[in-house]
Nanobody, 121 residues
Framework: VQLQASGGGLVQAGGSLRLSCAAS????????MGWFRQAPGQEREFVAA????????NYADSVKGRFTISRDNPMNTIYLQMNSLKPEDTAVYYC???????????????WGRGTLVTVSS
C-alpha cells in the first residue's frame, strides 16, 4: 500500500496550492482519508479529513474557510486545495487513511511520504 503526496512548493503569503495524494496497492473505498502537517520543531497535527465517498468533511479550526479537502474515488486520490496561505501554514504535509469511514482526527493507519509547503511572508 502506498500513498504518494505531491503538489508542495514555495508560495507567497496569500497564494494558493493544491496538494494531491494518490493511493495504490489497495482501494480505499469505505475509508476516511485525511491530511496532516508537521512544522519544524512541532508535533504533527490534523488538518482535514473526508469520509468515503465524500459526504462528510472535518477541518482543523486553523484552516477552516481556507482549505478544502476532496476526493476522486475512481482515481483513488484525495486533494487539499489551500487558499489564502499564511507563513504559519509552512510544514510538511502528509496524507493518510484510517480503517473507519468517519473523518476523525486520529487512528490513521496508512501514511504516505510528505510534501513540503513553504509560505513566504
Amino acid at each position: 500500500v502506498q500513498l504518494q503526496a505531491s503538489g508542495g512548493g514555495l508560495v507567497q503569503a496569500g497564494g494558493s496550492l493544491r496538494l494531491s495524494c494518490a493511493a495504490s496497492g489497495r482501494s480505499f473505498s469505505n475509508n476516511a482519508m485525511g491530511w496532516f502537517r508537521q512544522a519544524p520543531g512541532q508535533e504533527r497535527e490534523f488538518v482535514a479529513a473526508i469520509s468515503w465517498p465524500g459526504r462528510s468533511t472535518n477541518y482543523a479550526d486553523s484552516v477552516k474557510g481556507r482549505f478544502t479537502i476532496s476526493r476522486d474515488n475512481p482515481m483513488n486520490t484525495i486533494y487539499l486545495q489551500m487558499n489564502s496561505l499564511k507563513p504559519e501554514d509552512t510544514a510538511v504535509y502528509y496524507c493518510a487513511a484510517r480503517l473507519g469511514n468517519w473523518p476523525d482526527t486520529r487512528d490513521y493507519v496508512y501514511w504516505g511520504r510528505g510534501t513540503l509547503v513553504t509560505v513566504s511572508s
